[in-house]
């Protein structure tokens, strides 16, 4: 079956550097992968979404990338910020026919001023 | 706020309870979703409602039952529950099946003692 591994539970950058995320999964590729970001003791919220066909995706601070051969995805945050710090989840399709996601753990991101 | 709203948001009951969780979206999307999700696991996907019908049901316990009145609302009815269900439980909704981001509520924190 299908894992995903996110690379570490915690990671600590100063302010102002680049975070990089990372997202793993074991077994087939999946049509395309996501990004939520969920605050403490709050519901996760869609940040990026990438296809299979696609190798990278911007938005504002944020890249993506996707790297079916290696079966990894980067989520990076350029300049980061102390209001960055969150847990970042990354998300895959399982192509069954329904509505079915797995998500990762989560990746706790501190930045620190 | 993403739009979807679940209350209560916090609930503490006995095992011989029975309590209703409640979520309603305002984004007229057609599909609803519950998620299970427990101090350093994954989300679990419980179930998925489209059109007001139950497309999925992951496998979860009976004591747990959901209800779809129309598409704008979800409840997730509770009774006998054990303590290991104590959990964040998240609603989400989606536009539809070719619609892949979810849009997640602030979730209602769950203490079953």
């Known amino acids: 079956s299908q894992k995903i591994e996110q690379n570490s539970e915690a990671l600590n950058i100063q302010e102002g550097k680049t975070a990089t995320l990372t997202c793993n999964y074991t077994?087939?590729?999946?049509?395309?992968l996501q990004w939520y970001r969920q605050d403490p003791g709050r519901g996760p919220v869609f940040l990026l979404l990438?296809?299979?066909?696609?190798k990278e995706k911007r938005k504002e601070r944020l890249k993506v990338t996707f790297d079916t051969t290696l079966k990894q995805s980067l989520f990076h945050i350029t300049a980061s910020q102390p209001a960055d710090s969150a847990t970042y989840l990354c998300?895959?399709?399982?192509?069954?026919?329904?509505?079915?996601?797995?998500f990762g753990t989560g990746t706790r991101l501190k930045v620190l001023a | 706020e993403t739009g979807v709203t679940q209350t209560p948001r916090h609930l503490v009951m006995g095992m011989t309870n029975k309590k209703s969780l409640k979520c309603e979206q305002h984004?007229?999307?057609?599909?609803m979703y519950w998620y299970k999700q427990s101090a350093k696991k994954p989300l679990e996907l419980m179930f998925v409602?489209?059109?007001?019908?139950?497309?999925e049901n992951n496998s979860v316990p009976s004591r747990f039952s959901p209800e779809c009145p129309n598409s704008s609302h979800l409840f997730l009815h509770l009774h006998t529950l054990q303590p290991e269900d104590s959990a964040l439980y998240l609603c989400?909704?989606?536009?539809?099946?070719?619609?892949?981001?979810?849009?997640f509520g602030p979730g209602t924190r769950l203490t079953v003692l």
């Open positions: 989400a909704s989606s536009q539809d099946k070719d619609e892949y981001t979810q849009y």
């Open positions: 077994n087939y590729s999946p049509a395309y």
């Open positions: 990438i296809r299979e066909n696609e």
């Open positions: 998300a895959l399709d399982i192509p069954s026919g329904t509505y079915k996601y797995i």
């Open positions: 984004l007229g999307h057609n599909a």
């Open positions: 409602y489209s059109l007001e019908e139950r497309v």
